[in-house]
């Protein structure tokens, strides 16, 4: 499921006719138990909540920066914390098994992108993709303040390795833009991540995203 399925409630997952999300997960858990792990794939990228700088109409500089930050106040682990809270809600387990099974960032625009971030020139970029990744890298896994602690997801996914058309739309998500490319769209350092196999100083020519576009 994804960041949809939170909305509704603040104590269940989302139960609308077209969308009965809640009582879905409940069925399957009362059928599996402990066999279950929730998965969620939740996006920053994609928030439909998202909210241009105040008076303007193509500026996202506080928005972008809440949205690639991983602290336990930011964007994602939040989201992340509501899905652990519900969880807890729905098997009364605060330790019960959760994946973070997707998490990314488009390296530039995709018609996929609805919300008002799509005016928004900086938000989707190959800086902006490669912070969030970074970020994503160094995160301790952390949801929330050790006040309150909430038990973080088990494991989390990248999403994902190469660009990819989904629903129709071509997605600009991957670390490489082709399988056969050499080197990731967005680094300083190329030889750090030369794929083994390709020829030394071997550069995509088509790719947009090459060393000579850091």
């Not at 008076?55 to 964007?75: F, I, M, R, Y």
């Not at 996914?157 to 082709?178: A, N």
């Not at 399988?179 to 991540?193: I, M, P, Q, R």
């Not at 030369?194 to 850091?214: I, K, L, N, T």
Request: contains cysteine; hydrophobic residues 35%; proline residues 8%.
């Amino acid at each position: 499921f994804g960041g949809f399925a939170l909305t509704g409630n603040t104590s269940t997952f989302l139960d609308i006719p077209v969308a009965r999300v809640d009582p879905f997960l409940s069925a399957v858990y009362s059928e599996y138990k402990n066999r279950l792990v929730f998965g969620f794939n939740l996006y920053p990228y994609f928030d439909p909540n998202l909210k241009l700088d105040n008076h303007t109409d193509d500026q996202c500089k506080g928005t972008l920066s809440n949205a690639l930050c991983w602290k336990p106040e930011c964007n994602l682990p939040k989201q992340i914390a509501v899905a652990r809270q519900k969880i807890t809600n729905l098997t009364g387990n605060p330790n019960h098994r959760f994946w973070l099974t997707e998490v990314g960032w488009s390296t530039k625009y995709t018609s996929s992108l609805k919300s008002r971030m799509k005016k928004c020139k900086q938000f989707s970029t190959p800086e902006s993709a490669l912070t969030f990744y970074k970020g994503f890298l160094s995160w301790n896994m952390s949801i929330s303040e050790p006040s309150e602690p909430l038990v973080p997801p088990e494991r989390a996914f990248w999403f994902t390795m190469r660009d990819s058309p989904q629903l129709g739309y071509l997605e600009h998500f991957g670390l490489v833009e082709k399988c056969n490319d050499a080197y990731c769209k967005s680094v300083k350092d190329v030889g750090a991540l030369v794929v083994p196999d390709a020829p030394p100083g071997y550069v995509p020519e088509d790719s947009q995203y090459s060393h000579r576009h850091p």
